[in-house]
T-cell receptor, first 109, second 112 residues
Framework: GQQVMQIPQYQHVQEGEDFTTYCNSSTTLSNIQWYKQRPGGHPVFLIQLVKSGEVKKQKRLTFQFGEAKKNSSLHITATQTTDVGTYFCAAVNNNDMRFGAGTRLTVKP | NAGVTQTPKFQVLKTGQSMTLQCAQDMNHEYMSWYRQDPGMGLRLIHYSVGAGITDQGEVPNGYNVSRSTTEDFPLRLLSAAPSQTSVYFC???????????FGPGTRLTVL
């Protein structure tokens, strides 16, 4: 079955530093989604990437989908304390969706 | 729209007790699913449904039952609770066009 690896598991940064989380699938994907879960909250949809090599931006967040549609990354520029939480990728292959284990981001003011 | 609602928010059970976690959505989504979240384990799929009357097992189905008699409701039943089922449970729904998941607020379950 489909395997989804997400790294790193944890990342602690100083406010203002950049942050990147990576998601890798064992199979070619239909699309990939990213979610954010604040501490004590539930996952909230951020974005979906569909096309090979696609890059999307949301303010300080940059999302990339690999050329082979097997990997993706989320990059946050100049982190803020509001970025704290766990970021999950969700890999979609036909009707199968698998979540990565998540990257937990903490930000020191 | 209320989105996805879950009840209860918190629950404490004794080993061997049974209970049902409720989930409802008002977005007319075909797809509904249940996940459990444990520290360091991410979101693991328990059961899912692609429409009323259709359910299937996910990654960790043992100890849980589901049914989908209506499009709106997707209850999760624990027949005989075990301490290993202590977790946070999330229900989610989506349409089958883009698979964008809408999550409920979660149920925090403790089994003693």
């Amino acid at each position: 079955g489909q395997q989804v690896m997400q790294i790193p598991q944890y990342q602690h940064v100083q406010e203002g530093e950049d942050f990147t989380t990576y998601c890798n699938s064992s199979t070619t994907l239909s699309n990939i989604q990213w979610y954010k879960q604040r501490p004590g909250g539930h996952p909230v949809f951020l974005i979906q990437l569909v096309k090979s090599g696609e890059v999307k931006k949301q303010k300080r967040l940059t999302f990339q989908f690999g050329e082979a549609k097997k990997n993706s990354s989320l990059h946050i520029t100049a982190t803020q304390t509001t970025d704290v939480g766990t970021y999950f990728c969700a890999a979609v292959n036909n009707n199968d969706m698998r979540f990565g284990a998540g990257t937990r981001l903490t930000v020191k003011p | 729209n209320a989105g996805v609602t879950q009840t209860p928010k918190f629950q404490v059970l004794k080993t061997g007790q049974s209970m049902t976690l409720q989930c409802a959505q008002d977005m007319n989504h075909e797809y509904m699913s249940w996940y459990r979240q444990d520290p360091g384990m991410g979101l693991r799929l328990i059961h899912y449904s692609v429409g009323a009357g259709i359910t299937d097992q996910g990654e960790v189905p043992n100890g849980y039952n589901v049914s989908r008699s209506t499009t709106e409701d997707f209850p999760l039943r624990l027949l005989s609770a075990a301490p290993s089922q202590t977790s946070v449970y999330f229900c989610a729904s989506s349409n089958r066009r883009d698979w964008k998941q809408f999550f409920g607020p979660g149920t925090r379950l403790t089994v003693l």
